[in-house]
């Protein structure tokens, strides 16, 4: 595994696991002299990678380790050396890691180099999380059984090249052909943190090669390379024949590769023979009988041969050579067509059972013929009954059979034949096409090219189909020797001669013979010396494909055996790899590759009791073990997640509090000496107790986040003594951007007591206006006793948060349950949000590059979400986001940016000299010159005046923040606008005098039109209040009764479920096809309000029905489209009277069926009974159309519904665009509108680099975004520049874009919160090209601390810390620098005037024009003005030690005094009856009249899950949720649960006694809720409030019966789950106590 450019050390991978549990993946690849940390978090899985050296990129892996370790190699609890990063994946509970632990070159030097290596041992290593979040049984076993699936010995890569397509690829390695990728989705967080190449591409299949020669000599060598396709991935009785994504089972694509090794720096011949192997490609299957009788075989009863035309397209795309053997030279002519041969083994006699396939296949092809869509295609069947003729004929007239079918096609397709040239300057000496790239030093010249090629298949693709593919082989494999100049003819020495003609071949001379060349022509001749003569013609010309016109015995007796023997060595090893991950089991049959060794015999008894053997286990395996490994392969492709893990986040959440994470104020404590509480968000000390002051009311804690990002949810580690109630019992959470402006985003939560160490998560919602929740009818009905409806089909009434990428303060504050009585424990706590990949966007690489297409979309676009949801084809679009950008070149604008003269060249003698160019920095090389320096120091006339036009218009500086400051208030008016839309449709249907009320479809179709004018729930009630109408009365959730709306949401959950199978079948079967999607209608094709039907030719007339009010306006749409055909019945239909595409997946369901189906029960791929199967083996594709007549009522409502969730969720997505978008404008500024169109290249980025480097002067920039950020808000001029690009990276943001403070402002303080705690020696300030005058210089002071408080921080001095520092014993992580301008007011040094000592011609000078104002920024030429391009803190990071608990006296008397047992203990109190209401959301019970006072309840924590997949997909990209933002829709808008107890008082009334807010967490964990008072009572009453539609029960475990589901997810019921509870003293109880306790 060399590197392709003269790397020499091999890639290696190093697993770390500390005592803490933490996870380390140390990786040094084979290209890179440096080493990566990529640390796993433990919280959530999420992988978490900076790139900044001496953090997480070392010079080798001992230093790597070493800071893990903190030198202290005894902290590992296990260390994994590995060879390889197969790949990784989060999945709830348990992190997966998959490495190759062991490695065989089975493929050791490709020709240009490269080496194939089998994974002989590969290792799971299963990391423990501490997430929380509920998981269902299913899903955890699920997860547990993935690392079961068999990897080693069957799975292959190449680190250096291509080898997903054949030999030699024309793409780089890191453009595989997804056909054949197997962990693509497992390398998708290497992917996401900027390290693509980390994980190797991992092929499934067979790769290995033989050398032979003769009598110890090496004469060539043989390879032979199975690829197996992940199209149709399963088991044998799971996936047999094609599926929807156009694929067949167990396919495979094999290559043999010949070449002749040469020494180095020689060409190396080579040739090529690729052949295909698959299952017959119709629709087809076979039921496995309990009994030892033989699986009964069916095909499909509708459409039996959908797809298969997509799939000989497939292969002629990618076997069509007529193009490249066209170019390759003169005596090259181009093919007519594409031949695709398929050899068909089945038994073909009358009476068995495989014949009814022979004939579907040989109608399957006259279909696809009949269709014309493959005009240079030529699709030839031959039918070879290869058992048949075995049993009558034997085996060697068997052999020679094939032999006479597979002669003509084999010649007609050909092979692939070429050279690699070391060294490209040979170039000119190739006859053929060049194929050269990164990945190799030399070239490829290729002089012929296989068109077309030869499909092999029996049942199973397994035993006939691996015999007769090596026979065929054979026949190719000594041809190609045969053109290679290695004869294998047994009469003739043992050898070959080199061919340097380029023309194929030289046959070998007889005994007596000898070739030489004419002196004066160079012709070759041929002397006799036996008879002592000569000739110019070869004397014994070897004929091509001379032995397939042998019989057995000729080719046997003809031929030497040896090579023979290792060619049929690597098919039997290639046959046992393909029938064991089919089968379970070896291949069978498979004695008859032996047939040409010289005891057959042997192995014929030796077979007979090995397939009786083989036999037995297939039949166990496919009968138990099928459905467990079809599921690991499903999962280990990332393909039916929702299915397998329907809770489990694609994308996890980062832990932003940790590891930079900081305490901006210290944590008190009992202890003297303790670490301000940095403890309490270090994952090392995750069972840590920390013991705040005694009688402290209200702990507020102060957060700096790691990271800037949305946050999403808090995590709390509940941590105690022996008393449980020390713990906070409520806690309140701010969020912002700045310290002086945090917004409060939840309020009173509940924290119950529970177990030490338990884990709880708080979600954090947006902050909502208060407006808004006053207006919508969700927040003002929250807290009344009476519940409102339930939003069974969607929420109605959602409230919209504010969504924020740039929060970096949160402010935590707890209470505790009663004030002053103890001191309270806290533990770990820790803050999950989503942050955008900024490194990425500021190197323009992975998914920052596509957060920067976003940022343009959003440009170019006004209303993002409209222009996305207006039309009904935007889930099943062929749109695709580019992830690539054009970039410009463009000068470096870093060089001379610091204020003042041209720092960058020699220090010039010159008049203008500013005072704050020497404290700053030195100056630097020459070589750094840039042109904005120019015009100051040197070259004026050179361009300068147009460099500098920018001074005169303040406004060029930053559009982004303005720019989108107008859209939305253009925006407001269009709200307004949309507001009027919305209640003019509303009219068209109810009346102008609202004398109608609306029918559920009526009012789904006015949401729709709410969604489609972009209004909110709120600004939809405030626009109806506005006229006097009740929100409530348009609620879709009462306009149906219970019954109908619980069958229509169950279809409408299955709708979902099918439409993301049909999605992932969609994109997965264009793999290797032409993306084209021709269908007029769209998944729902839902009329709007005002469409009716064409007429005309429209026999179904379904929708006729127009509003009154609407009939001015209404449209007749398709009038003018070609009616289409309805499938069922076979009528003409126009396009609204047409359902939407989705219909089609219940196409195949009785009435009955669709209304009464309740789940997914079916994983076989053989199942053809009415339920429903979305397992890769089976799903329908959206083929075909269907009236609203012969669609079932309930599917047109669920496609209503869907289509409606679908829109919701767009709007979700396109506000988390809209944040990001103004996030990314906050830090780039202007970048997205000027720079982003010009993005430095590399070699600017290395130059930039350089820069960095000189003027940090070796040492760290340590105040660059997004580690570092502001503490407070700045006061910024109008058409600034965004404050935060401040600290942006010098290679970012425009060139012409500055930060200024308001004209009027005389005085700013910057305070810089550092990324970590530093040893900073300097601080540079980057100003305008032009700096400040000698009267506008202001004054500069440096501050630094390690808190916030003003008081604590200690002066620096005005320019040069170093010194101070030094001198100082604490280290800094906030800075203040403030600028004063020292004369306000005064007049300012006008560049006309004073630059005139530059003695430039007026002519020359720009500066001598009268127009040009004074100062930078300045309204006026005497008005200064303060401003900056870059703030740079230079010094180095302290690593933080590891923290240390040290056992003082003071720590040992508290923790006596947390083993101290409370007083009281809690007790259950006996109930004498109870009842459930309400889906049992609702519980009620009744207690006996001596009943002591009730101090709380227990809740043990609901099972129920947040299934991620509640609609059908809304973009192509939902297929594993790849958003710009990697903010799932569950997190946009967050599910949250309310408690509500109310007790009976006097006289007889409920009371609400209080609210609890629930936190999540594992299912079963006991919680403890205390009552505000002790109450007493007869009855009390538990509602289950908030979001508990969002809540589903895990798959496995629902009725499968489809009667009477419930509609709210069983997990939540109250049954058995609440217990209520009362203190008392344990010794008063006495022996009762130990029965009594709760």
Not at 1360 to 1376: E, F, G, K, N, Y
């Amino acid at each position: 595994m060399e590197s392709p450019v003269g790397g020499s050390r091999q890639t290696s991978v190093i697993v770390v696991t500390l005592d803490t549990g933490e996870v380390y993946i140390v990786t040094s690849l084979y290209f890179r002299t440096d080493t990566q940390v990529i640390y796993v978090d433990p919280t959530t899985g999420a992988l978490r990678y900076h790139g900044k050296w001496g953090y997480d990129v070392f010079g080798s892996e001992n230093e790597a380790v070493d800071y893990i370790t903190n030198g202290s190699r005894w902290m590992c609890k296990s260390t994994t050396f590995a060879k390889a990063i197969l790949g990784y994946t989060a999945l709830g509970s348990f992190g997966l890691l998959l490495v190759a632990t062991r490695l065989t070159a089975s493929i050791p030097n490709l020709p240009g180099g490269g080496t194939v290596c089998t994974v002989t041992e590969s290792q799971w290593i299963k990391i423990p999380l501490q997430n929380p979040q509920p998981q269902g049984k299913g899903e955890v076993k699920n997860v547990q059984e993935l690392p079961d699936l068999d990897i080693d010995g069957k799975h292959y890569f190449c680190e250096t090249r291509d080898i997903t397509r054949p030999f030699p690829s024309r793409m780089p390695l890191q453009n595989p052909d997804e056909e054949f990728v197997w962990n693509e989705w497992l390398s998708m967080p290497f992917k996401s943190i900027g390290l693509p190449q980390h994980c190797v591409i991992l092929l499934q299949g067979f790769a290995e090669c033989r050398n032979f020669g003769r009598s110890g000599q090496l004469e060539g060598v043989v390879a032979l390379i199975a690829r197996r396709s992940r199209l149709h991935p399963g088991t044998r009785y799971l996936a047999r024949g094609i599926n929807s994504c156009f694929s067949t089972g167990n396919e495979a694509e094999c290559e043999q590769l010949v070449w002749i090794p040469k020494r180095s720096g020689q060409s190396v011949p080579f040739n090529a023979y690729i052949w295909r192997r698959g299952t017959i490609p119709i629709w087809w299957g076979a039921e496995l009988k309990l009994t030892a009788a033989e699986a009964e075989i069916y095909v499909a009863d509708r459409d039996p041969y959908k797809g298969s035309l997509q799939y000989y397209q497939r292969l002629s795309n990618r076997y069509d050579a007529r193009n490249f053997d066209l170019a390759v030279g003169e005596n090259q002519k181009k093919k007519p067509f594409i031949p695709i041969v398929c050899i068909n083994l089945l038994r073909n006699a009358e009476g068995k059972s495989e014949s009814i396939l022979v004939q579907h296949f040989e109608e399957s092809l006259n279909c696809v013929r009949s269709t014309g869509k493959l005009p240079y295609t030529r699709i030839i069947l031959i039918n070879y009954d290869w058992h048949a003729s075995t049993k009558l004929k034997g085996e060697q007239l068997t052999i020679e059979g094939l032999w006479k079918h597979l002669k003509a096609p084999t010649q007609a397709i050909g092979i692939s034949e070429g050279d690699y040239l070391p060294s490209r300057q040979r170039l000119n000496d190739c006859r053929g096409e060049v194929i050269c790239n990164d990945d190799f030093v030399g070239a490829f010249c290729l002089r012929s090219h296989q068109n077309g090629v030869i499909r092999f298949n029996c049942a199973d693709s397994l035993d006939r189909t691996n015999a007769a593919s090596y026979f065929g082989a054979l026949q190719v494999f000594v041809e190609q020797c045969r053109r290679l100049g290695v004869s294998l003819d047994s009469d003739f020495a043992y050898g070959y001669q080199s061919a340097n003609n380029y023309g194929g071949y030289t046959a070998p001379l007889p005994r007596g013979w000898e070739k030489r060349a004419d002196a004066v022509t160079g012709k070759t001749y041929y002397i006799d010396h036996n008879t002592r003569t000569t000739t110019w013609i070869h004397p014994c010309p070897d004929k091509p494909w001379k032995r397939f016109d042998m019989t057995f015995e000729e080719f046997k007796q003809s031929t030497i055996l040896s090579p023979v023997s290792q060619l049929a060595d690597l098919f039997l090893l290639s046959g046992d790899i393909h029938a064991t991950l089919y089968t379970g089991s070896k291949a069978m049959h498979s004695q008859i590759l032996n047939i040409f060794n010289e005891e057959p015999g042997k192995f014929k008894q030796f077979s007979a009791a090995q397939n009786m053997k083989i036999t037995l286990q297939r039949r166990y395996k496919n009968a138990v073990v099928d459905s467990s490994r079809q599921k690991q392969l499903e999962m280990f492709l990332g393909l039916r997640l929702f299915k397998h893990l329907p809770s489990v986040s694609v994308q996890p959440l980062h832990v932003l509090s940790r590891p930079s994470g900081f305490f901006l104020k210290p944590v008190p404590n009992m202890f003297p000496s303790s670490d301000g509480g940095a403890s309490l968000l270090s994952f090392k000390k995750k069972d840590m107790i920390w013991v705040c002051p005694q009688g402290t009311d209200v702990v507020e804690l102060f957060i700096y986040l790691g990271e800037p990002c949305h946050v999403c949810q808090l995590l709390l580690t509940i941590s105690h003594g022996a008393d449980d109630s020390t713990y906070p019992a409520t806690v309140d959470v701010r969020t912002g951007r700045h310290l002086d402006g945090l917004k409060l985003i939840l309020e009173g939560a509940s924290i119950p007591r529970c177990g030490n160490g338990t884990n709880l998560l708080i979600p954090l919602p947006g902050s909502v206006s208060a407006e808004d929740m006053a207006i919508t009818g969700a927040g003002a009905r929250l807290h009344d006793q009476d519940a409102p409806t339930l939003p069974l089909l969607y929420d109605f009434e959602e409230l919209e948060g504010e969504l924020d990428f740039l929060s970096r303060f949160v402010a935590v504050t707890f209470y505790p349950a009663i004030s002053g009585t103890s001191s309270m424990t806290l533990g770990e706590i820790e803050i999950l949000g989503v942050s955008l990949p900024w490194r990425g966007v500021f190197n323009n690489e992975g998914p920052g590059a596509r957060l920067i297409e976003l940022g343009k979309k959003f440009q170019k676009e006004t209303d993002p979400f409209l222009s996305n949801s207006v039309t009904n084809t935007v889930p099943f679009s062929n749109e695709n986001v580019s992830t690539s950008m054009q970039t410009e070149a463009a000068s470096n604008p870093w060089v001379d940016l610091l204020s003042g003269g041209d720092t960058f060249s020699d220090p010039l003698s010159e008049p203008f000299s500013n005072p704050l160019s020497e404290p700053f920095s030195d100056p630097l090389s020459e070589s750094f010159s840039d042109p904005l320096s120019e015009p100051v120091t040197r070259n004026v006339a050179s361009g300068g005046a147009d460099l500098l036009d920018f001074l005169d218009q303040p406004i060029v500086e930053d559009h982004g923040v303005e720019t989108y400051k107008r859209s939305s208030t253009q925006d407001g008016c269009s709200l307004a606008s949309g507001a009027q839309q919305y209640i003019s449709c509303l009219k068209s249907l109810v009346g102008p005098r609202e004398e109608k009320k609306l029918d559920f479809m009526e009012a789904m179709k006015l949401e729709i039109e709410r969604l489609q004018l972009n209004l909110s729930a709120a600004e939809r009630d405030r626009a109806l209040l506005s006229i006097g109408t009740d929100p409530a009365s348009i609620n879709p959730n009462v306009l149906l009764d219970e019954s109908y709306m619980g069958r229509l949401c169950r279809v409408a959950n299955t709708l979902a479920l099918l439409g993301q199978a049909s999605l992932e079948d969609k994109i997965v079967g264009a793999i290797g096809l032409e993306n084209s999607d021709d269908s007029v209608l769209d998944f729902w094709n839902i009329t709007r309000i005002g469409e009716s039907c064409s007429g005309g030719g429209c026999k179904v007339r379904a929708e006729t029905k127009v509003p009154a009010l609407a009939s001015s306006t209404a449209t007749s749409v398709g009038s003018s489209q070609s009616p289409l055909l309805c499938s069922q019945c076979e009528r003409k239909v126009c396009k609204v009277c047409c359902a939407g595409r989705g219909a089609l997946l219940f196409s195949n369901y009785k009435s009955r069926d669709v209304t009464n189906y309740n789940g997914f029960s079916s994983q076989s791929g053989s199942s053809h009974g009415s339920q429903v199967d979305v397992s890769t083996s089976r799903s329908l594709t959206l083929d075909g159309v269907i009236c609203k007549h012969c669609c079932h009522e309930i599917v047109l409502d669920a496609l209503m519904l869907d289509y409606v969730r679908v829109l919701i969720r767009l709007r979700r997505s396109s506000r988390a665009d809209n944040a990001a978008y103004n996030a990314l404008n906050e830090v780039v500024g202007s970048c997205l509108k000027d720079s982003l169109s010009e993005r430095i290249q590399s070699s600017d980025n290395v130059q930039a680099a350089e820069v960095l480097h000189q003027l940090c002067g070796g040492q760290e920039a340590l105040a660059e975004f997004p580690f570092a950020s502001f503490l407070h808000s700045v006061e910024t001029a109008k058409d600034s520049a965004p404050i935060l690009t401040l600290l942006a990276p010098l290679n970012s943001g425009s060139r012409h874009s500055y930060w200024r403070a308001p004209p009027s402002t005389t005085s700013v303080e910057f305070v810089i919160v550092l990324g970590s705690v530093s040893d900073v020696s300097g601080v540079i300030l980057l100003v305008s090209p032009c700096g400040y005058s000698v009267a506008d210089t202001p004054m500069v002071q440096i501050w630094a601390s390690n808190k916030i408080h003003r008081e604590e921080r200690s002066s620096m001095g005005k320019w040069d810390v170093q010194s101070l520092i030094t001198s100082s014993s604490d280290l800094c992580r906030i800075i203040w620098i403030t600028l004063r301008l020292q004369r306000p007011g005064s007049a300012s040094v006008n560049f006309g005037k004073d630059l005139s000592l530059l003695s430039l011609d007026e002519d020359e000078n720009p500066f001598a024009q009268v127009d040009r104002r004074a100062s930078f920024g300045g309204a006026v030429e005497n008005e200064p003005c303060i401003h900056a391009k870059r703030i740079l803190v230079v010094g180095s990071p302290v690593k933080r030690e590891g923290l240390t608990t040290s056992q003082s006296s003071e720590q040992l008397s508290i923790r006596n005094w947390l083993d101290r047992a409370p007083q009281m203990s809690r007790f259950k109190v006996p109930i004498e009856a109870e009842r459930l209401m309400d889906y049992d959301l609702v519980l009620e019970q009744y207690l006996p009249p001596a009943s002591p006072s009730l101090a709380g309840f227990r809740l043990d924590a609901f099972s129920a899950i947040k299934p991620r997949v509640t609609h059908s997909p809304s973009s192509d990209s939902d297929i594993w949720d790849k958003s710009v933002t990697f903010l799932e829709d569950r997190y946009i808008s967050q599910a949250v649960l309310y408690l509500q107890v109310s007790a009976l008082q006097e006289p007889h009334n409920m009371v609400t006694i209080a609210e609890y807010q629930l936190p999540e967490a594992r299912a079963g964990t006991p919680m403890y809720f205390d009552f505000p008072r002790p109450i007493q009572s007869r009855r009390v009453s538990f509602k289950l409030l908030g979001d508990v539609t969002a809540f589903a029960d895990e798959p496995s475990e629902q009725d499968d019966s489809g009667l009477r589901a419930p509609l709210v997810a069983t997990g939540l019921s109250l049954s058995n789950r609440i217990k209520l509870y009362y203190y008392c003293d344990p010794y008063e109880l006495g022996k009762w106590a130990s029965l009594s306790g709760v």
